[in-house]
C-alpha cells in the first residue's frame, strides 16, 4: 500500500528496518546518534551550530508548533499570522489556547501571502511582535515565499515563527539568511521520509538565551531543551524520546542525501506533482488551484459533480487498487486531496492516476475513462 497523503509519508524499507530493534537512548552507543541528526537537519536549514541549535521533541508538528509559540512569543502577546489555510487556521487555534492574542491577515485560498500586506498590518501595530508563517499550506497545496514575508516582517522590526512541516527539505531554506526567524518547526515523516513521532524547532540561539523561562510549560519550552544539551551535552534527551524512529530517521537522512538532498527531493516531488495534475484534467477532473499556484507537496482536486460521488466510495476503489488518498475535505469547496511526498517514484504516480481513473469508471462518473 503506498500512502499518497501529506504526511505521514510511504517510507522506503530500510528507514523502517532501524526501527526493528531495541535501543537504549541514554546508551553511549546511541548519544552519536542524536548529535548526528540534530547537526545534519541544521545543514538542510542552511545553517550551522554558530547561529541555530537544533530542538527536538517528542510527537507531532503541532507539539514542536506549541513548543515555538509558547517560548518565543511574550506569554499573553500578539502575533500576526496570515489566514492562508487550514494549516494557519491550525497555527491561530494553537496560539489562542496557549493564551496569545492573535490578529489575523486575510489571504485568498487560491492566492500567496502578499509581504507588502503583512508589513503593512505590523506596521498599523506596533503590539504584535511576531509574524507566524506556513511555508506549505498544506490545506490547499500552495507554497507561500517565506523569505520575501521574513524580509517584510524584518523591516517592520517584529520577529517570525515558520511552520515548514510540510516543506522542510524540499524547498528552499537559508536560515542563515534570516536572522529575524526565532524558529522554524518540521517533523521526520514529511518530506525527510522518516516515521512519525519525532518533531523538531530549529532555534534561533540568541533568542533561546533571551527567551529561558517563559514558556509556561516543562515539557514544552525550547529554552530548556537548549540548556539542557549545553549542560548534559547534544545527544541527551530530557525526556524518553522515541529512540526508534530516531534510529530509522538517521537512515532517512542517508537516503535523503545519496538522493541528492532537497534540490533532488523538490525535483522528484514537481514531477510527482505534474503527473498527478496532468493525469486528474486527462480525466476530466478540475484541479482546486490554477497551475500556477500549485506547489509540488499537496494536490486538490475538486469533487466531481455527479450524483455518484463519495468521497469515501473514491477513497475505498483507490485504496483497493493499492493507494491511499485523504478521506476528508480541507478545502471551502469540497475537494478531495492527494499527497506527492514521501517514497513515491513517478511510475508510482502514474500507476495512482490509472488508480483514480479506473475507480471513477467504476462508480461511473463523467469522462473517467478505465484504465
Ligand atoms: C502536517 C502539518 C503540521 C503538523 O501536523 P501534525 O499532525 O501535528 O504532525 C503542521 N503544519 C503543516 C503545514 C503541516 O502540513
Given at each position: 500500500?503506498?500512502?499518497?497523503i ?10 523502517r ?10 546508551d ?14 541544521l ?20 507539539f ?45 485560498e ?15 501595530d ?14 490547499s ?17 517584529r ?17 542563515r ?38 514558556a ?13 544539551a ?20 538517521q ?78 475535505y ?42
Amino acid at each position: 500500500m503506498k500512502l499518497l497523503i501529506p504526511g505521514p509519508v510511504s517510507t522506503q524499507a530500510a528507514v523502517r528496518a532501524a526501527a526493528a530493534l531495541d535501543y537504549a537512548p541514554w546508551d553511549n552507543d546511541f548519544r552519536p546518534l542524536n548529535v548526528d541528526i540534530r547537526a545534519r537537519v541544521l545543514g538542510v536549514a542552511g545553517t550551522d551550530d554558530t547561529m541555530h541549535a537544533t530542538l527536538p521533541l517528542q510527537g507531532c508538528g503541532h507539539f514542536a508548533m506549541e513548543a515555538a509559540l509558547r517560548t518565543f512569543v511574550p506569554h499573553g502577546g500578539r502575533i500576526l499570522i496570515p489566514a492562508t489555510g487550514a494549516y494557519a487556521d491550525r497555527a491561530i487555534r494553537l496560539a489562542r489556547e496557549i493564551g496569545c492574542d492573535v490578529a489575523t491577515l486575510p489571504v485568498g485560498e487560491t492566492e500567496r501571502a502578499d509581504p507588502a500586506a503583512l508589513e503593512a498590518a505590523l506596521l498599523a501595530d506596533p503590539t504584535i511582535s511576531h509574524a507566524v508563517l506556513v511555508y506549505s499550506e498544506t490545506g490547499s497545496g500552495i507554497i507561500h515565499d517565506v523569505p520575501a514575508l521574513a524580509q517584510a516582517a524584518a523591516r517592520a522590526g517584529r520577529r517570525v515563527i515558520v511552520d515548514a512541516v510540510s516543506a522542510f527539505g524540499a524547498l528552499p531554506l537559508s536560515l542563515r539568511d534570516l536572522p529575524m526567524v526565532d524558529g522554524v518547526v518540521f517533523t521526520a515523516n514529511k518530506c525527510l521520509e522518516g516515521l512519525p513521532g519525532l518533531a523538531f524547532v530549529i532555534g534561533h540561539i540568541g533568542r533561546l538565551v533571551e527567551c529561558q523561562g517563559r514558556a509556561g510549560s516543562w515539557s514544552f519550552d525550547l529554552a530548556d531543551i537548549y540548556q539542557h544539551a549545553l549542560r548534559v551535552g547534544w545527544g541527551s534527551f530530557r525526556f524518553t524520546p522515541p529512540a526508534q524512529v530516531m534510529a530509522a530517521f538517521q537512515v532517512a537522512l542517508d537516503l535523503y542525501q545519496a538522493e541528492g538532498g532537497q534540490p533532488a527531493r523538490l525535483a522528484r516531488y514537481t514531477e510527482n506533482m505534474g503527473i498527478l495534475y496532468d493525469g486528474m484534467r486527462a480525466l476530466g477532473l478540475r484541479p482546486y488551484l490554477p497551475e500556477a499556484m500549485q506547489g509540488p507537496i499537496v494536490v486538490n482536486i475538486h469533487a466531481p459533480e455527479h450524483a455518484a460521488w463519495s468521497l469515501q466510495g473514491f477513497v475505498d476503489g483507490v485504496k483497493s487498487r493499492g493507494f491511499v488518498v485523504s478521506n476528508f475535505y480541507n478545502t471551502k469547496q469540497p475537494s478531495f486531496r492527494v499527497g506527492c511526498i514521501g517514497a513515491i517514484s513517478p511510475a508510482d504516480m502514474r500507476d495512482a492516476v490509472a488508480a483514480m481513473g479506473a475507480t471513477l469508471a467504476e462508480m461511473g462518473i463523467g469522462q473517467a475513462k478505465a484504465a
